[in-house]
């Protein structure tokens, strides 16, 4: 039998027997359709990540108190208390060449009130370098004014949703709300934005750094966050804060300082793996239809009996009914990748519409993996009914004695 | 005696070894001429299915000799080497079911067996279709075999049988499950074509409404043979 001739012979026999068909395709399509999508997930939550950190800039560093040996990882959190960052820490690096703009923070939370109206939020102390440093945008007003960090003064920024929910449609500029025990005038209203590295910038406080340090009694600094001159001068900024806060603590390193080169190769080895695995725990079930295509092969071969025994009877070679057989695998499982396909593009869709600030994206690798896996598990667990269909005995098989 | 047709001498086939051992076929004489319908009949255990297995080139005896056309494929434990093509191009089987295959029309029902040869589709099917007109069932050319009677569905088998012109062909039972009009218009195709093509034609079968219509009848008892005159009744 030509090839062409096997093909349209096993198109005819799947196309004969379509309840069998349609449930193998379905297997076929769902496992393939599985291994895209997630996969899909795990590179969209890589490009969130990653697009959540280079909306920062590309040569942002961060300064924790305390020493961590694994870059990246988190500073001690148990042991030996570290030697606390400090607003004098924060100003001596500004006399770097490398570093471009600095903006040390002190995060605490506080009850706010106005008007009668009190809510406990999240205050963020800096200085005017951190709006460009965070990228910041004002919806109304102005942001920190540019001021020596080591003195306060009664001013606030508010994220938009606290301007929402404490002023309504009034305009907050002006206007003096009630921090703790202090007042604090507002001058500025941030533009609506959604969460950024985990804190909601629009469900905040900004105030000058000094003067939270002062509302919460605390003479040392969270954090400090800064921007070297240009992504070329990253390296070189990493030392020098290394340097001169080794300097400024007695001559002992006991800072972190993380790079977000490193933030995101951590975040991007995190997720890939991730990406792998749940591919991983998808594929399976690729191997599950692979397993279903077998089961429903070896009970046709049962039931296709006559047939088998027909064509041997008449002169059909063993590997005549083997191609036949395994064609038929080959078909089924390609089109069920080519279903699988379109059904992972249409939830790919419907993620889309549900989560549009969620980058979702199918890598080319995971079609081509599992349409390859699809494939190879088709035609491997094919090989087994085909083989028995191949050896089925053509007297035996047409006897209905 | 005829060089074509279907000869055999002396056919023997032993199933096990030693104790064990059934003779099956004890020394089969058979000789059937191009043109002709011979019956084969006998009961259950007779050696009538190993004998049918032996001249399909099925399975293969353990002594004699058998010669298709002017061709020799056993002689005493020397055989041809290809019996699976010699299946496909020199026997033509006609089973008592019709085992059309159930997604494939009419015409690509009887072209199979040229297509597996390797043949051309269009001259396989052009073979089919001349066939069909031969068996009056080429108005049926397109239907599938769900779609026809079972006396259509036999005229079908008959044509896959004969579509590769084998010089021999085998019957098993071809009306068994037909009334007795359409068993006796099996028979009558079965003459006629075995007459066009010259082929040897072999009817195994139990059936009494056909036996009478034999000219020659091998009974078979205890692997062993007998050859009678039959009535060679002819049914309108």
Redesign the interface.
Known sequence: ??IK?TFI?SI??L???PARTLLVLLAMSMGVASVMLLTSLGEGAKRYVNREFTSLGTHILFVLPGRSETTGGPPPMLGQTPRDLTLEDALSLTRNPSIGKVAPIVVGSAPVSWNGKDREVTILGTTADMFEIRQLAMGQGRFLPVQDPSRGSGVAVIGNKIKKEIFGNRSALGEWIRIQDRRFQVIGVLEKKGQSLGLDMSDLVIIPVASAQSLFNTSSLFRIMLEANNRNDVQAAKEAVLRTIKERHDNEDDITVITQDAILSTFDRILTALTFTVAGIAAISLAVAGILIMNVMLISVSQRK??I???K?????GS?VLWVFLTEAAILSMIGAILGIFIAYSGMVVIMRLFPDFPVHIPAWSVAASVFTAQLTGILFGVLPARRAAALD??LA?S?? | MTDKGILIKGLKKRYGKGDTAVDALKGVDMQVSPGEVVGLIGPSGSGKSTLLKCLGAVIEPTEGRMTLGNKVIYDNGWKVNDLRALRRDKIGFIFQAPYLIPFLDVTDNVALLPMLAGKPNADSRKLAVELLQALDVAHRAKAMPSELSGGEQQRVAIARGLVNRPPVILADEPTAPLDSERALAVIRILNHMAHQYETAIIVVTHDEKIIPTFKRIYHIRDGVTYEEAGEGRVFE
């Not at chain 1, 009877?313 to 070679?317: E, K, Q």
């Open positions: 039998m030509k001739n012979f005819q026999a196309s004969g027997y006559s047939e025994g027909l064509l009877a008449i002169g059909a070679t005549q053509p007297v047409l209905r004695r």
